[in-house]
């Protein structure tokens, strides 16, 4: 199939206009990788000096952890500071990393969104769907169980299909050596955490908003992106939804303008930061009203969920 239609920017900025919204900067993409490091610390810091605020922390922490994969995401687009290298070392080493096989697949998505070539297409095509599998997918979201789905069911599948003559070593090299980073971190974190009495700080204070609270924000985020949007949809201001989004849910669902998703697709190249000002741009020229875009997160929940509940089987006579 041809790949999405694309918007040209000359359709609805002058190059005056459009200069300021493409240019990257120097200083902004790194702030923003810093910014995030600094909450998740504060919100670490709160949570040992008052340890009742443990699950404000999880929810903060496990906040930034989405933004950092946003400015993983960034980075893809080279759009976190104008030198690439500079660009693809934060995106490979202060954020998610992974951004060499992130950045194919990602590009891969915008050139054919909604298309049957997407690869996220399957995050999207199954809504709507009813309020009762909403609530047990989120469910699994907060009790850790898509997390170990994702990240460690392949390893225990690995490990419980081993044959009996088959060496255990090279099953748990192979699985360090992909997870160095999350190893790497947890041994780094406990070794210097454990002489003062915190070494519960790196599982309590990082591993619990990775398996609970970023999985959940991460699905919702997904679900506003492209939920209920028309496979095969030919209109490129209408392939991924924008979300208004209020000052608590970007501190807490949506941060570094993760809501502004129709935005990036209509101009992927232009910074994160730059997207509040390109909305009030369209805005201003008429172009918002045929956009796609929600008021609230609670609005896109309920289209996504509205699919009604299968009626109940009769009762046996």
């Known amino acids: 199939m041809p790949a999405a239609a694309r ?9 005056e206009e459009w200069a300021p919204l493409a240019r990257r900067s120097a200083w902004k993409g790194p702030a923003l990788v810093a910014h995030a490091w600094a909450v998740i ?20 922490i496990g906040a930034r952890q989405l933004g950092l994969a946003i400015l993983t995401h960034d980075a893809a687009h080279g759009a976190l500071h104008p030198n690439l290298k500079v660009n693809d070392w934060l995106g490979n080493h202060l954020t998610t990393g992974d951004l ?10 915008h050139k054919y969104a909604q298309q049957p070539e997407d690869p996220d297409l399957g995050l999207s095509a199954p809504f709507p769907i009813t309020r009762t599998s909403l609530r047990r997918k989120i469910i699994r979201d907060l009790t850790g169980r898509t997390y170990y789905k994702l990240k460690w069911s392949g390893l225990v599948a690995r490990l419980r299909n081993r044959k009996p003559d088959e060496p255990l070593w090279p099953i748990l090299k192979d699985a360090v050596v ?6 790497g971190g947890m041994v ?15 599982p309590v204070l990082w591993l619990v908003p990775q398996a609970t609270w970023l999985p959940m924000i991460t699905r919702l985020r997904n679900i506003a992106e492209h939920a209920c949007v028309a496979q095969g949809e030919p209109d490129p201001l209408r392939h991924a939804r924008s979300t208004h989004a209020s000052l608590l849910e970007r501190a807490f669902l949506a941060p570094y303008y993760v809501n502004y998703h129709c935005e990036h697709h209509m101009f992927m190249h232009v910074p994160c930061y730059n997207l509040p000002r390109t909305q009030r741009l369209l805005r201003e020229k008429g172009v918002l009203d045929r956009m796609l875009t929600a008021n609230s997160y609670v609005e896109v929940l309920r289209l996504a969920s509205s699919k009604p509940e299968p009626a109940p089987l009769p009762a046996a006579a």
Request: cysteine-free.
């Open 7 to 15: 918007v040209d920017p000359k359709q609805f900025f002058s190059a």
């Open 100 to 109: 060499m096989a992130y950045r194919p697949y990602h590009l891969g998505h």
């Open 178 to 183: 992909r997870r160095r980073r999350f190893f």
């Open 41 to 60: 610390a504060a919100a670490a810091a709160m949570a040992v000096v008052w340890p009742i605020t443990i699950p404000l922390a999880i929810v903060i």
């Open 188 to 202: 780094v974190t406990v070794a210097l955490t454990a002489p003062f009495g915190l070494w519960w700080a790196w």
